[in-house]
T-cell receptor, first 115, second 115 residues
Framework: GDSVTQMEGPVTLSEEAFLTINCTYTATGYPSLFWYVQYPGEGLQLLLKATKADDKGSNKGFEATYRKETTSFHLEKGSVQVSDSAVYFCALTLLNTGTASKLTFGTGTRLQVTL | DAGVTQSPTHLIKTRGQQVTLRCSPK?????VSWYQQALGQGPQFIFQYYEEEERQRGNFPDRFSGHQFPNYSSELNVNALLLGDSALYLC??????????????FGEGSRLTVL
């Protein structure tokens, strides 16, 4: 079945450090890929997405590129802030025609940014 | 514009009891999905409803059932509760006719503790 594998956390970084969170996937067909973020006390929010190979999703300084050849969608940010502290989830979906589809999530990576 | 709202936010039950969780989707959305998020894990898809019918189901037993009402709100029912049902239950809404993004909007969840 479809699956998503993320690097285990927690990841602890100093403010302004470079961030990479690895994500690889297994899927039948051609998935759309997502990064969702869960801030403390809040619901999951979409951070960025990519719907086809070589697409780059970006938002709030975060980027991820859909790499079909390596089945990866690694999340990066050049300079993290304390406010980026959260749990990050990589996810995929296989779109069914005419319906909003279910997401398959990774286990999440907790990021802690310190001053 | 209200987002996805869920109730109750927290509840405690004992083994063997039954529970009902409620969800109101984001304004304009017609599709509701439910996810179970165990502590330290990623959300797992339970099922999806639109047009008041269950359309997709994940790998969950029949003890998990749901309903969608004409106003698109939804309920998740779990019978014969087990300790392993303790989790954060997330509701997500979307618009069925969105064919390209698969983006879901999540509520903050209902945290169920089974003693």
């Amino acid at each position: 079945g479809d699956s998503v594998t993320q690097m285990e956390g927690p990841v602890t970084l100093s403010e302004e450090a470079f961030l990479t969170i690895n994500c690889t996937y297994t899927a039948t067909g051609y998935p759309s890929l997502f990064w969702y973020v869960q801030y403390p006390g809040e619901g999951l929010q979409l951070l960025l997405k990519a719907t086809k190979a070589d697409d780059k999703g970006s938002n709030k300084g975060f980027e991820a590129t859909y790499r079909k050849e390596t089945t990866s969608f690694h999340l990066e940010k050049g300079s993290v802030q304390v406010s980026d502290s959260a749990v990050y989830f990589c996810a995929l979906t296989l779109l069914n025609t005419g319906t909003a589809s279910k997401l398959t999530f990774g286990t999440g990576t907790r990021l802690q940014v310190t001053l | 514009d209200a987002g996805v709202t869920q109730s109750p936010t927290h509840l405690i039950k004992t083994r063997g009891q039954q529970v009902t969780l409620r969800c109101s989707p984001k304004s304009g959305h017609d599709t509701v999905s439910w996810y179970q998020q165990a502590l330290g894990q990623g959300p797992q898809f339970i099922f999806q409803y639109y047009e008041e019918e269950e359309r997709q189901r994940g790998n969950f037993p029949d003890r998990f059932s749901g309903h969608q009402f004409p106003n698109y709100s939804s309920e998740l029912n779990v019978n014969a509760l087990l300790l392993g049902d303790s989790a954060l239950y997330l509701c997500a809404s979307s618009l069925r006719t969105i064919t390209s993004t698969g983006e879901l909007f999540f509520g903050e969840g209902s945290r169920l503790t089974v003693l």
